[in-house]
């Protein structure tokens, strides 16, 4: 019997010889290279901020978060949600902070839930511009992606 690898099912699968797996593997590059498209696809077109802009996504919500988040607690719009495990807080800087961090209360700021709309996932604290630039008459609204800095 020749060389081979005994595979699960008891038959034998030859083995092949290195030269032969290398041109194998080069064969594929090659023939990938020439069946791909002549032209490259585009990547989907990015919202252009403009300066002194801060982009979120969309889908996301208004709200006064009362107090920093506490025991897998957040309270936005006097409304108690649970905190996803990954909950991201940003300050006005934009930078990710911890809730420990948050002096005061209060804070006006967009948020969005997980995917399955249970917990708050990410939290954004707004500044003077952004709370100036949106509604917060309406308890709890969805905004576009796009707010001044």
């Known amino acids: 019997m020749k060389h081979g690898q005994l595979c699960q099912n008891g038959s034998i699968m030859p083995l092949m010889p290195l030269s032969s797996l290398a041109s ?21 077109q990015s919202v252009s901020v403009p300066a002194g802009m801060r982009a979120f ?11 920093a988040p506490a025991m897998g607690q957040v309270v936005i719009n006097h409304k108690t949600f649970s905190a996803a495990p990954g909950l991201q807080i940003r300050n006005e800087a934009n930078r990710i902070v911890l809730p420990s961090m948050l002096m005061g ?20 604290i707004l500044t003077p511009a952004e709370v100036a630039a949106i509604d917060f008459s309406v308890p709890v609204t969805t ?7």
């Open 143 to 149: 905004l576009p992606a796009v707010y001044p800095r």
């Open 57 to 67: 996504p969309a889908g996301v919500q208004a709200g006064i978060l009362r107090e």
């Open 24 to 44: 194998a593997i080069v064969s594929g590059i090659v023939s990938a290279i020439l069946d791909a498209p002549a032209e490259a696809p585009q990547p989907p």
């Open 105 to 124: 209360s209060n804070f006006h700021v967009l948020y969005q839930m997980d995917a399955g709309g249970i917990n708050v996932w990410r939290v954004w």
